[in-house]
């Protein structure tokens, strides 16, 4: 079965640009939940989306947003992109039976460098 | 505000010696905890996971102890071997509102030949 994939592995971006990061999750699973990590922070959870619906949020701006598609793939998109934003993008993905106790199964990650 | 506390950056052993890696939580409502393990330029890999009904679960070389009454959980290798160098995230998670998986900021382990 193959894994959760991400595209694309490296990203980078202007200040004030948008990025839109992929994610491809593993077959069956529905819920998908999207990551940041910079140094020194750990993951910092920016949101999970389950059956195309958001069903929980992180505290992030207004800039970062996702969704989920009918195929359970998610998106996500900075827009104004900041400095600060650079960092490692991770996406997971688990089963839909009990998830909040599921283990999360992740991707490689998308690393953005905002210039 | 830092629910799941990972306090030490960083632990050093030699090969073949016991390794307990150490997470502290603050909310009451997580009742399931994990610990990932991530390489570089990798994602992070589920290790091993524990269920607050129980204070112990072991897989192999990896046992994961819970004590609820210090928020307090702890991952034990024994024995340590250098594949084991790698970040360890402590993470976290309830029901409802807490469902999602909080994670500590991770502890880098060097396991020494």
């Known amino acids: 079965k193959a894994g959760v994939t991400q595209t694309p592995r490296y990203l980078i971006k202007t200040r004030g640009q948008q990025v839109t990061l992929s994610c491809s999750p593993i077959s069956g699973h529905r819920s998908v939940s999207w990551y940041q990590q910079t140094p020194g922070q750990g993951l910092q959870f920016l949101f999970e989306y389950f059956s195309e619906t958001q069903r929980n949020k992180g505290n992030f701006p207004g800039r970062f947003s996702g969704r989920q598609f009918s195929n359970s793939r998610s998106e996500m998109n900075v827009s104004t992109l900041e400095l600060g934003d650079s960092a490692l993008y991770l996406c997971?993905?688990?089963?839909?039976?009990?998830?909040?106790?599921?283990?999360?199964?992740f991707g490689n990650g998308t690393r953005l460098t905002v210039t | 505000d830092q629910q799941v506390k990972q306090n030490s950056p960083s632990l050093s052993v030699q090969e073949g010696r016991i390794s307990i890696l150490n997470c502290d939580y603050t909310?009451?409502?997580?009742?399931?905890f994990l610990w990932y393990k991530k390489y570089p330029a990798e994602g992070p890999t589920f290790l091993i996971s524990i269920s607050s009904i129980k204070d112990k679960n072991e897989d192999g070389r990896f046992t994961v102890f819970l004590n609820k009454s210090a928020k307090h959980l702890s991952l034990h290798i024994v024995p340590s071997q250098p594949g084991d160098s790698a970040v360890y995230f402590c993470a976290a998670s309830g029901g409802g509102a807490n469902s999602k998986l909080t994670f500590g900021k991770g502890i880098t382990l060097s396991v020494r030949p």
């Open positions: 909310n009451s409502m997580f009742d399931y």
């Open positions: 997971a993905s688990s089963s839909d039976r009990r998830s909040y106790n599921s283990p999360l199964h």
